[in-house]
């Protein structure tokens, strides 16, 4: 099985360089996307092979890898995990399972299909992992971390209603004033 070979979500690990045959990691040059095509799922699923992990222990492990720059959103890693399980490639651990006032939280561990896909795309598992470890300290420089991951959230946003279906006038009316909204507010920082 390739990388390629997974439908992409829309707004979900990203499009690019390893659609164009690269290595799953696109640039952060232009506003350009962290992870291309494939390169979240196979961060993941590295991950996971290391160790079972919550979702947020995920979130958590990809943002210390980057140093803080880039912090994956619950809005692309859990359907990408679900992914990756309704793929055979993961599984929810059930002696992971944890409880409490925030609910049952799902530990996902790599199967067997998983190692071997790992190993099938281990080159490019190796060039991610590497190029996230060597990225330079800081993405577009001038960013925070809560910035970009407020406009990662936010392209998101935008993205995922406009897939849902054509707006009615009243709906498209009211996006609209949310977005000039959220400029004007913007533009008094």
């Not at 045959?21 to 799922?41: P, S, T």
């Not at 059930?94 to 561990?109: D, I, P, Q």
């Not at 897939?163 to 009211?174: I, P, S």
């Amino acid at each position: 099985m390739q990388d390629d070979d997974f439908p992409i979500r829309r707004g979900g690990d990203g499009g690019g360089a390893a659609a164009a045959g690269g290595d799953g990691f696109g640039g952060r040059r232009g506003g350009g996307r962290i992870f291309g095509h494939g390169g979240l799922r196979l961060v993941l699923l590295q991950l996971i092979a290391d160790r079972p992990r919550h979702g947020y222990e995920l979130i958590k492990a990809i943002e210390e890898r980057l140093q803080g720059r880039y912090s994956p959103s619950p809005g692309v890693v859990y359907p990408t995990l679900t992914l990756l399980e309704d793929t055979g490639l993961a599984v929810v651990d059930a002696s992971g399972a944890a409880s409490g006032a925030a609910g049952n939280r799902k530990r996902y561990a790599i199967t067997d299909a998983g190692r071997q896909h790992l190993a099938e795309q281990r080159e490019a598992v190796d060039a991610l992992l590497a190029r996230m470890d060597s990225a330079p300290a800081s993405g577009r420089g001038d960013q925070p971390p809560p910035v970009e991951r407020a406009l990662h959230n936010l392209k998101f946003a935008i993205h995922a209603r406009l897939a849902r279906g054509t707006l009615t006038d009243e709906q498209a009316h009211a996006f609209a004033a949310i977005l000039d909204s959220a400029t004007q507010q913007l533009d008094r920082i």
